[in-house]
């Protein structure tokens, strides 16, 4: 997978090199580039915003040097526009495990209140293009959402995990947040690890880890409960 990123702040973007995803670019899995859109202007200074139309606080992205900036870094290559926004669609699992399959993303990180509207509409006519947005919560810039998008899509890449069996066992993958875990020492500050998960008993463990996921699902999260298919529940599941 190809992932492009356009912003004017490509330091923010430094993480992605480090670690796990650091490796995985080193090995050549993903394929990751970092844009400035400044080098895209113009102008002395370099603008890349102005006021908006109608009125309203801050200021909105301009438009021209973000058409000139994209037409470069998508070139001919086919690939998915991602744009982060408050206003997006939310990001799950769900939409991570639909763009692992893609050949490329392009991400565009705006700033300020947002890119102009029209570089959404310019490009949607002629690629997919999605407006996501990471959470009910307002960041200052698409940066740090494009950080967790790129990791979340990222580790679902063959060969990007050093153990796959952890993305195919992700919380939400069976629509349940995981639940607790356990390592040694058995005894810690009087607090003893569940008796069952040193029981050797395999039929016994897998239980009690659905019926803590039930529960801690059912606790944290009613409504991804209620999302489950009718059949994903048996009647024992429906107790908690
Ligand atoms: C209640 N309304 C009143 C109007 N404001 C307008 C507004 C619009 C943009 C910005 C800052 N900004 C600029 C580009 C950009 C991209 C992503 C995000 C982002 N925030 N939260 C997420 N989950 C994000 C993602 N993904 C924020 C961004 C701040 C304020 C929004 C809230």
């Known amino acids: 997978m190809r992932i492009d990123v356009v912003t004017i702040f490509p330091g923010y973007l430094a993480p992605l090199r480090e670690a796990l995803l650091g490796r995985a670019i080193a090995a050549g899995l993903i394929d990751v580039r970092v844009h400035n859109l400044r080098d895209w202007?113009?102008?002395?200074?370099?603008?890349?915003?102005?006021?908006?139309?109608?009125?309203g606080p801050g200021?909105?992205?301009?438009?021209?040097?973000?058409?000139?900036?994209?037409?470069?870094?998508?070139?001919?290559e086919p690939a998915r526009l991602i744009v982060p926004t408050p206003a997006g669609v939310p990001f799950t699992q769900a939409t991570a495990?639909?763009?692992?399959?893609?050949?490329?993303?392009v991400f565009a990180c705006g700033r300020y209140e947002g890119i102009d509207q029209r570089v959404v509409d310019e490009y949607a006519s002629r690629m997919p293009v999605e407006e996501v947005s990471?959470?009910?919560?307002?960041?200052?810039?698409?940066?740090?959402?494009?950080?967790?998008?790129?990791?979340?899509?990222?580790r679902l890449l063959p060969g990007v995990l050093g153990n796959p069996q952890s993305a195919e066992q992700d919380s939400f993958s069976d629509g349940l947040l995981e639940g607790p875990a356990y390592t040694r020492p058995v005894v810690w500050r009087g607090r003893e690890v569940p008796a069952v998960l040193r029981s050797g008993d395999h039929g016994a463990i897998a239980?009690?880890?659905?019926?803590r996921a039930?529960?801690?699902?059912?606790k944290r999260r009613p409504d991804l409960l209620a999302a489950l298919p009718e059949d994903a529940l048996d009647q024992r599941d429906r107790e908690f």
Request: aromatic letters at 6%; a negative charge; zero cysteines.
């Open 41 to 55: 202007t113009r102008d002395v200074h370099q603008a890349v915003d102005d006021a908006p139309y109608g009125g």
């Open 59 to 76: 200021m909105v992205m301009r438009p021209q040097v973000w058409g000139e900036a994209l037409d470069d870094v998508l070139g001919d």
């Open 207 to 211: 239980r009690w880890r659905r019926d």
């Open 214 to 218: 039930l529960e801690r699902t059912a």
């Open 97 to 105: 495990r639909r763009w692992k399959d893609e050949p490329r993303l």
């Open 134 to 154: 990471i959470g009910d919560y307002v960041l200052v810039g698409g940066e740090v959402a494009v950080l967790v998008m790129v990791e979340a899509v990222a």
